[in-house]
Nanobody, 113 residues
């Protein structure tokens, strides 16, 4: 059983929006902080956001602050990343992660005109 299964992503024009989802299984979801991390083409991993188990403590990287919103539904064991006003530099593979130890399979986001 894969513990983190991602969905969402795709291609969008600059200024557009996308939502990523990450369905968790095999562990007590609400006990764990969750992260979003991305990897731009040809570059290293960049941390995007973190949300604690209860959803009260949320942090964002400076490059996405004010445009991205992380949330979680512990009743559905699902993590979300709402991405608005997307820019070309937001392109890359996005990963959800449990505690930066367990990783989803990744979702490709392409922002291009």
């Amino acid at each position: 059983q894969v513990p983190l299964v991602q969905s969402g992503g795709g291609s969008v024009q600059p200024g557009g929006s996308l939502r990523l989802s990450c369905a968790a299984s095999g562990f007590w979801f609400s006990d764990y902080s969750m992260h979003w991390v991305r990897q731009p083409p040809g570059k290293g991993l960049e941390w995007v956001s973190r949300i604690n188990g209860g959803g009260e403590e949320i942090y964002y990287g400076d490059s996405v602050k004010g445009r991205f919103t992380v949330s979680r539904d512990n009743t559905k064991n699902t993590l979300y990343l709402q991405m608005n006003n997307l820019k070309p530099e937001d392109s890359g593979v996005y990963y959800c992660s449990q505690g930066l130890e367990v990783w989803g399979q990744g979702a490709l986001v392409t922002v291009s005109s």
